[in-house]
Structures are given as structure tokens and as C-alpha cells.
């Protein structure tokens, strides 16, 4: 169903979450689904949901703090595109904490989180515990939804608040960084362009000239 976007719906989407839930709200790319990623059987029903077996899910966090709780070592390139790019839509892919289920790491070992651009968005992760997955709001495949009935076009059932927030304005989704290795690749080329990827990158290339003068 359905609900305006104010503190009292997301009151009660917190306590969906609480509950093993599902939400979806608008991020600051597009539309995305949102469960407690700790609570397996709640990330289990998102695969269910998108027919999106075998694929990792990414976690939108709150705040950088947050990290440690997935990522179980940040390598220099993640700590570089954190520093410079974040909050933005940067997806950072890093080595998985151990623990966390593998429907979120898809058996990769690695796992993808992003700080949203978003004042009041960061608020809502936050009031859920600091982390949701932000697996965008449609069907393995299909076109990403920029707005809740879209959702709700996709998903007549299954989620169980959807926070109208309006229609989003993105037209790519989040780029994509791998920096779990020593040598960092972009997976996907989206809202950052390679460009500026390339040039928080190269602050590192910078540092170990320094270093080595």
C-alpha cells in the first residue's frame, strides 16, 4: 500500500522493518526495496519478490560509521572513493564481513554499500538501524521505478509500505566501484562517471610517489 512520505509513515515503515517487512521509498537515484540486511529470511523474501536469485544486493547506510559493519577490510582505493564521493551515488563493493548472509553477498565474499546523497533519506536508514538493502523497486531486469506506483505496478503484493517520496529525477543508477582487491574496477558506469572515479582514484598513485621521494 501506498503512504505519503511523513514522519508518521515512517514510523510505521521503521516498525515494518522491525518486523522482518518490506519497504520501498525513493532514494536519491530511484525507488528501492528495503529490508533489515541482517535479518536473512527478510532478504530472502526480496529474492523471492524480483526473481533475483544469484545476484548481490547492495546496503544503503546512514552514516560512514556504518561500514564496519559490513565491510571486513576497507582497502586504500575504498577509503579514497568513501572520502571524495561520498555521500553520492557510489556503490562500493569490499570484502564481506563474515556472517552476513549470502543471499545479500550472492557467495561473491564481497558486498556493495553506498551513503545517499540525501539528508532526509540517511534520516530514514537511520531510524531503521543504520542499513537497508537499496535493491532497486522492480523486477530482475526490468526497468527501474522512479515513482511509487510504479512500484506498486510492479509489486501489488509483497511490499508492505511503499513511502511515496515523488517521482525521482535520476535518469542512471548508482555507479558501480569493486575496490575488495588492490586493483579497483568499475562495474558500472552510472550517475559518477568514470572520470571522477578515475581522478579519487588517482590520489592514491599521487600518495605513493610521495611516499616513495
Do not use: H
Not at 582514484?201 to 611516499?211: H, N
Amino acid at each position: 500500500m501506498i503512504f505519503p512520505d511523513s514522519q508518521t509513515n515512517r514510523e510505521r515503515a521503521v516498525r515494518t522493518i522491525a518486523a522482518g517487512g518490506l519497504i520501498a521509498f525513493r532514494t536519491d537515484t530511484f525507488y528501492a526495496i528495503g529490508a533489515d540486511p541482517l535479518n536473512p529470511m527478510a532478504v530472502r523474501q526480496i529474492i523471492d519478490l524480483k526473481g533475483r536469485e544469484g545476484k548481490p544486493i547492495l546496503l544503503l547506510i546512514s552514516d560512514v560509521s556504518e561500514v564496519d559493519r559490513f565491510i571486513a577490510d576497507q582497502s586504500d582505493a575504498f577509503k579514497l572513493l568513501a572520502g571524495s564521493l561520498w555521500p553520492g551515488a557510489l556503490t562500493i563493493v569490499g570484502k564481506a564481513n563474515a556472517g552476513l548472509s549470502k543471499d545479500l553477498t550472492a557467495g561473491t565474499g564481497t558486498i556493495g554499500v553506498r551513503l545517499p546523497d540525501d539528508d532526509g533519506l540517511r534520516d530514514l536508514i537511520r531510524q531503521c538501524g543504520g542499513a537497508l538493502t537499496g535493491t532497486s523497486a522492480n523486477f530482475s531486469g526490468a526497468a527501474a521505478s522512479r515513482s511509487a506506483q510504479e512500484v506498486l505496478n510492479y509489486f501489488p503484493t509483497g511490499v508492505d509500505v511503499i513511502l511515496d517520496g515523488g517521482e525521482t529525477t535520476a535518469t542512471e543508477p548508482s555507479t558501480v566501484v569493486d575496490a575488495s582487491e588492490e586493483v579497483p574496477r568499475i562495474i558500472r558506469e552510472g550517475v559518477i562517471p568514470r572520470r571522477e572515479v578515475e581522478e579519487a582514484l588517482a590520489q592514491k598513485e599521487r600518495r605513493g610517489d610521495r611516499e616513495t621521494r
